[in-house]
Each structure stands twice: as C-alpha cells, then as structure tokens.
C-alpha cells in the first residue's frame, strides 16, 4: 500500500506544478498584462512552458511506466474514489469558468474587455481549476 500511496503523491505534485506551470506560462501572454509586462515576463512565461511542456510528458511517461508494470498499482490508483474526484475537479472547473465569464461580463460594463481576452482567461480557469482541484481533492 505504501507504493500506491507514494504513486498517488507523485501524482498529485506532478498535477500541482503542470497547473502552476501553466499558470506561469499563460497569464504573462494575456493582453491585460501586457502593460505591466517588464523584461522578466516573457522569461516567466518560458519558464513557465518548459516546466509545464516537461511535466506533461513526465505525466504520460510515468502513467504509461506505472500501468505497465504493475496493473494492480493502476487499479489501484484508478479507483471509484479517484473517478469521483475527477469528476468533482470537472463539475468544479465548469463553475469556475462560469463564473469567470459572468465576472468578465460585468467588468465589460465598465471597461473594454476583448473576446480574446475572454476566451483566454477562460481557458486558463478551465484548464488549471480541475488540474489544482483534482491534486486537492486527491490529498484526501
């Protein structure tokens, strides 16, 4: 049991550095902080994608060596639990980009707010809420 559990938290901080990578790597490149870009930004933000593009291959590099080797440990790891958990991380991320919509639709009342904007800053709730969520929820 003890394999597992080390699996599992090697799981969990692999997602928690791909969200914050992804984090770093994105919010430098949205228009809104352009104006507040300094030099360092953009070295952020390919830091941000090195450490993001290096964990999303160590995901599938360590899910496919985990599974391969030891089916029992990927049914383990893959338990009703963790499918509820996943699917709460998802219900969550759902909200989350909602309510970022309806946050930036109520900012555009007030200031100009582009579509790629928008479309940016809900894709990046949507893709780093389930990643941080999940790594939560996981944490028992």
Do not use: C
């Amino acid at each position: 049991m003890e394999k597992i559990e080390r699996l599992a938290q090697r799981r969990r901080i692999l997602l928690m550095v791909s969200a914050g990578a992804f984090l770093a790597w994105q919010i430098p490149l949205m228009d809104s902080f352009s104006q507040w870009q300094a030099g360092g930004a953009s070295l952020i933000s390919l830091a941000g994608f090195l450490i993001w593009a290096a964990a999303l291959i160590a995901v599938f590099v360590w899910g496919r060596a985990a599974g391969v080797r030891d089916p029992e440990a990927r049914a383990a790891l893959e338990d009703e639990l963790t499918e509820a958990n996943r699917a709460r991380a998802f219900s969550f991320a759902y909200w989350i980009m909602l309510i970022g919509a309806a946050g930036l639709l109520a900012l555009s009342q007030f200031q100009p707010v582009t579509a790629t904007e928008v479309a940016h800053i809900i894709v990046v709730l949507g893709v780093a809420a389930p990643l941080f969520r999940f790594a939560l929820l996981e944490r028992g």
